[in-house]
């Protein structure tokens, strides 16, 4: 059987739930306010955020 990626420890798994939440937190908030501007610039922020930390931080 083919494996999809390296095995999460209970820890790492409970993290990165905790990290999904968030971000979908961050986005649920961005699309309330009433700035379109402001709210596009949370997004791209948040979305940079995530994607550079999820890339520099290794499973091990």
Do not use: C, H
């Not at 939440?21 to 649920?28: D, H, N, V």
């Not at 699309?31 to 999820?54: F, H, M």
């Amino acid at each position: 059987m083919a494996r999809l990626g390296p095995t999460l420890t209970l820890g790492q798994f409970m993290l990165r739930n905790q990290v999904i939440k968030q971000y979908r937190e961050f986005l649920r908030t961005a699309k309330r306010l009433p700035d379109k501007k402001q709210s596009q610039e949370i997004i791209e922020w948040s979305e940079n955020t995530i994607v550079n930390t999820t890339t520099t931080t290794k499973v091990m």
